[in-house]
């Protein structure tokens, strides 16, 4: 009998091991990473995405209350080819942002409503992050005419510009505005 028939069965349990430990190495490493990891919250209709998931009925209902009340144009930005790659969903239209920006929003009555009482609220923030969110200057101009005059965009990349359109009644409408700052 030689040693090298001795030898052959030995190294199986040295291979559990290494699995193992590679398995438990592995395993802690995913846990390190996504504890490290911040969970941004969403500010998709300018709330926690728990209070837009409890109203979501509500707030297509409200969206659709406004449609039929008012149509809202926007100018003062120029069009952008920007495409971003690996995007899983349909891709948006960008704009064009400087460093210094201006945006004017007109809301204009379908039929004979009222647009005296007509608010709007809105934000600069990253679709990544809600750590840039900025909260804009928007000026009333007249009824229904809102300017939002010289808002910053401080870093390269892309940003959203969102705005809430709401009247006295609760109707609302959210605008996303995407837009892309090269230089």
């Given at each position: 009998?030689s040693?090298?028939?001795?030898?052959?069965?030995k190294?199986?349990p040295?291979?559990?091991?290494?699995?193992?430990?590679?398995?438990?190495?592995?395993?802690?490493?995913?846990?390190k990473?996504t504890?490290?990891l911040?969970?941004?919250?969403?500010?998709?209709y300018?709330?926690?995405?728990?209070?837009?998931?409890?109203?979501?009925?509500?707030?297509i209902?409200?969206m659709?209350?406004?449609d039929k009340?008012?149509?809202?144009?926007?100018?003062g930005?120029?069009?952008?080819?920007f495409k971003p790659?690996?995007?899983k969903?349909?891709?948006?239209?960008?704009?064009v942002?400087?460093?210094?920006?201006?945006?004017?929003?007109n809301?204009?009555?379908?039929?004979?409503?009222?647009?005296?009482?007509?608010?709007l609220?809105g934000?600069l923030?990253?679709?990544?992050?809600?750590?840039?969110?900025?909260?804009?200057?928007?000026?009333?101009?007249?009824?229904?005419?809102f300017?939002?005059?010289?808002?910053?965009?401080?870093?390269?990349?892309?940003?959203?510009?969102?705005?809430?359109?709401?009247?006295?009644?609760?109707?609302?409408?959210?605008?996303d505005?995407?837009?892309?700052?090269?230089?």
């Amino acid at each position: 009998m030689s040693s090298k028939d001795n030898d052959s069965g030995k190294f199986w349990p040295y291979m559990i091991l290494g699995f193992l430990f590679i398995g438990i190495t592995l395993g802690y490493w995913t846990i390190k990473n996504t504890i490290s990891l911040p969970v941004h919250q969403s500010n998709e209709y300018m709330m926690s995405y728990q209070d837009a998931d409890k109203d979501a009925n509500e707030i297509i209902e409200s969206m659709q209350r406004f449609d039929k009340k008012y149509e809202v144009s926007i100018s003062g930005l120029e069009k952008s080819d920007f495409k971003p790659k690996f995007l899983k969903r349909k891709p948006h239209q960008y704009f064009v942002l400087n460093k210094t920006n201006t945006i004017n929003v007109n809301v204009n009555p379908k039929g004979n409503n009222s647009i005296k009482s007509i608010n709007l609220k809105g934000i600069l923030t990253r679709p990544q992050t809600e750590r840039d969110d900025k909260e804009l200057n928007i000026t009333k101009v007249s009824d229904g005419k809102f300017i939002i005059k010289n808002f910053v965009v401080e870093k390269l990349g892309r940003y959203i510009v969102r705005l809430k359109i709401f009247d006295d009644k609760n109707d609302t409408k959210f605008i996303d505005i995407y837009g892309y700052r090269a230089k």
